[in-house]
């Protein structure tokens, strides 16, 4: 079965600090990856998707980046983080195969808090 | 521009049956999910519409409507574990899914 890791669970950091989240899925390949954000009381928002190896779509434009040095390795970067950034990340996972009905699975988040 | 409507929050008695309603409007439609999120924690998958009609699962069903750019997700015989708050998500022309903010569906006994 496919497993989802997300690390870390919680996370404080001064404004200004650099970030990185890491997320992996284990039990599949060529997974489709999403990094998203939920500010508090909010819906989720699309932050990127990859499709494959290095490949990077970005939805927003900000502060942050993403990387996927492998297939099943998902990285949120930030070199100096805002007050703004603060909220609930989650990485998420999908099969390869977009003409299908597959949902999107997701990791169990990291609440980042900038101080 | 996108548009995912969900009212903010809504309130239901324990056993009793509670309607949560979606409407929205996207470029291009390719199927419509709910998932839901107790606080703290990830959204997981409840139900997927791609056809008109309802699907029912257990004690949730998700009903469909293209024509109208509407859903809804109907919960029947109310848990305390019900508590929690319900994503309506449309996958648009280029398959990306589009977010609501959520309905928080408050149980009380």
């Known amino acids: 079965s496919q497993t989802i890791h997300q690390w870390p669970a919680t996370l404080v950091q001064p404004v200004g600090s650099p970030l990185s989240l890491e997320c992996t899925v284990e039990g599949t390949s060529n997974p489709n990856l999403y990094w998203y954000r939920q500010a508090a009381g909010r819906g989720l928002q699309l932050l990127f998707y990859s499709v494959g190896i290095g490949q990077i779509s970005s939805e927003v434009p900000q502060n942050l980046s993403a990387s996927r040095p492998q297939d099943r390795q998902f990285i949120l970067s930030s070199k100096k983080l805002l007050l703004s950034d603060s909220g609930f990340y989650l990485c998420?996972?999908?099969?390869?195969?977009?003409?299908?009905?597959?949902?999107?699975?997701f990791g169990p988040g990291t609440r980042l808090t900038v101080t | 521009g996108q548009n995912i409507d969900q009212p903010t929050e809504m309130t239901a008695t324990e056993g009793a049956i509670v309607q949560i309603n979606c409407t929205y409007q996207t470029s291009g439609f390719n199927g419509l999910f709910w998932y839901q999120q107790h606080a703290g924690e990830a959204p997981t998958f409840l139900s997927y519409?791609?056809l008109d009609g309802l699907e029912e699962k257990g004690r949730f069903s998700s009903f469909l409507s293209r024509s109208k750019g509407y859903s809804y997700l109907l919960l029947k015989e109310l848990q305390m574990k019900d508590s929690a708050s319900y994503l309506c998500a449309v996958r648009d022309s280029n398959y990306q899914l589009i977010w609501g903010a959520g309905t928080k569906l408050i149980i009380k006994p």
């Open positions: 519409n791609v």
């Open positions: 998420a996972w999908s099969p390869f195969t977009p003409d299908v009905s597959y949902e999107q699975y």
